[in-house]
């Protein structure tokens, strides 16, 4: 069901082992010529243009792209009660693990009278994107808010695709989630159209663009994320999720197929990736695999994502060459199943998020642990972090001298403008001091 790649008795460099990562055939350069036109299409003809967008990829056409407070209100009152706990839970404990993100403000003196002042400014404005296809993520809702909010961000947007289930408005779930976040901003638009709307405003909404726009979607968001970065920030262009397992001869084999199935079933590109030193525990994973695969409710789903060319069972000399594979791929999601993690963790350098030990599986992440699930895919994890509240913030340096400290230096200013050959950086002191 998965193939095998055997690394044991190979030198590798860093660059055979880039070479050798599974990935899936997933470029989003394909797209940039129908999403360049989708978003010029929002631009041109505002609601007009989201509406027809609806009608053309989601099947349904929204009575109103905004939707109403008042159904942002019904939907969290009829929100299943475990449903309601479980959010209430993984709101607050995200928002407690993402408190830590926000540096204090530091004052540094360089000398008496000078000092700089470090601080983090969050954006004033963002737009917040939560996809609506194979699945319903309120979740995401949460990551997304939470980490805005946290961050001192004023204005929140949320948007997520119409729904031809609940005649084209966003998915009672995701609203009812908003609305116990306090978010009353939220469109029925999904896709390059909505990415569109955020980036540039639409006048007719009086939707108001924004300066940072986060959240995963399909292929044309983020194509569309690609197209308008610049003009706004973005966290990242998610692509289809992924799993990087690093176990030896300790790990249990049903955990790790477990595990490996839990991604597996997002999307048929989700890429499944074990990586072992040791062969029975390879052997007895495959062994495993087939009937927990059956058993599984979205058995087509995972049987095409696990068999795809995304995922694999890499066989490895030792756990020091597993560290290196796994950071060459930068995986999102990091589980590691090993006897000795506390050796093992200083190797690992590139991970969106690190799930250590036999009780920590990447579904915990997605939910209630308290750590944020929009995380970079597709390798970017190698230079790249998730989301969090630093998304938001932009730091910022606030220099002040009095006078006797720029006479201090005056001189010194002086002396580096003329060797640049920039003598008006220089005058601009002297004028200081006639």
């Keep these: 069901m998965m193939r095998?790649?055997?690394?044991?008795?190979?030198?590798?460099?860093?660059?055979?082992?880039?070479?050798?990562?599974?990935?899936?055939?997933?470029?989003v350069g394909w797209a940039v010529d129908a999403?360049?036109?989708?978003?010029?299409?929002?631009?041109?003809?505002?609601?007009?243009?989201?509406?027809?967008?609806?009608e053309r990829f989601d099947r349904v056409r929204p009575s109103s792209v905004r939707v109403s407070r008042e159904s942002l209100r019904n939907a969290e009152a009829a929100l299943d009660p475990a449903v309601r706990t479980a959010l209430e839970l993984a709101i607050e404990r995200v928002r407690r693990a993402t408190a830590a993100q926000?540096?204090?403000?530091?004052?540094?003196?360089?000398?008496?009278?000078?000092?700089?002042?470090?601080?983090?400014?969050?954006?004033?404005?963002?737009?917040?994107?939560?996809?609506g296809g194979k699945a319903?993520?309120?979740?995401?809702?949460?990551?997304?808010?939470?980490?805005?909010?946290?961050a001192g961000v004023a204005s929140i947007?949320?948007?997520?695709?119409?729904?031809?289930?609940?005649?084209?408005?966003?998915?009672?779930?995701?609203?009812?989630a908003a609305s116990l976040l306090g978010v009353d901003e939220v469109y029925a638009m999904g896709g390059a159209g909505a990415i569109a709307a955020f980036a540039y405003g639409v006048d007719d909404l009086d939707l108001e663009p924004v300066q940072v726009i986060t959240g995963p979607g399909n292929l044309y968001v983020a194509t569309a994320k690609r197209a308008v970065q610049g003009v706004v920030g973005i966290d990242s262009e998610a692509g289809p999720t992924e799993i990087l397992m690093i176990a030896d001869a300790t790990a249990r084999?049903?955990?790790?197929?477990?595990?490996?199935?839990?991604?597996?079933?997002?999307?048929?590109?989700?890429?499944?990736?074990?990586?072992?030193?040791?062969?029975?525990?390879?052997?007895?994973?495959?062994?495993?695999?087939?009937?927990?695969?059956?058993?599984?409710?979205?058995?087509?789903?995972?049987?095409t994502a696990l068999e795809g060319p995304q995922s694999a069972i890499v066989l490895v000399d030792n756990l020091a060459l597993a560290a290196r594979f796994s950071n060459a791929y930068g995986p999102e999601h990091l589980e590691v199943q090993v006897a000795d993690h506390a050796a093992l963790l200083p190797?690992?350098?590139?991970?969106?998020?690190?799930f250590v030990g036999d009780h920590t599986p990447?579904?915990?992440?997605?939910?209630?642990?308290?750590?944020?699930?929009?995380?970079?895919?597709?390798g970017q994890a190698r230079f790249a972090s998730g989301l969090g509240a630093y998304t938001f913030l932009r730091p910022q340096q606030i220099i002040e001298y009095d006078r006797d400290a720029l006479a201090e230096v005056a001189a010194h200013v002086a002396a580096l403008s003329d060797a640049e050959q920039l003598p008006a950086h220089g005058d601009a002191v002297r004028a200081r001091f006639p």
Excluded: C, K
């Design 4 to 27: 095998t790649l055997d690394l044991r008795g190979r030198v590798l460099s860093a660059a055979d082992l880039l070479a050798l990562v599974p990935r899936a055939a997933s470029d």
């Design 102 to 131: 926000v540096p204090p403000e530091q004052v540094t003196e360089v000398a008496p009278g000078a000092r700089i002042v470090q601080r983090w400014q969050p954006v004033s404005r963002v737009g917040l994107y939560v996809p």
């Design 253 to 303: 084999p049903d955990y790790v197929v477990a595990d490996l199935i839990s991604q597996a079933e997002h999307d048929e590109l989700a890429g499944s990736v074990l990586v072992t030193d040791d062969p029975a525990l390879a052997q007895a994973v495959r062994d495993l695999l087939p009937a927990a695969v059956a058993a599984t409710h979205h058995r087509q789903r995972v049987t």
């Design 35 to 54: 999403v360049d036109a989708l978003i010029q299409d929002v631009r041109d003809r505002g609601s007009a243009a989201l509406l027809d967008q609806a």
């Design 347 to 354: 190797l690992l350098e590139s991970a969106g998020a690190i």
């Design 136 to 150: 319903v993520y309120p979740s995401s809702v949460v990551m997304n808010v939470v980490a805005a909010q946290v």
């Design 362 to 378: 990447v579904s915990l992440g997605d939910y209630v642990a308290g750590s944020n699930h929009v995380l970079p895919t597709g």
């Design 157 to 176: 947007a949320l948007a997520s695709p119409p729904q031809a289930e609940f005649a084209g408005s966003v998915h009672p779930t995701i609203l009812g």
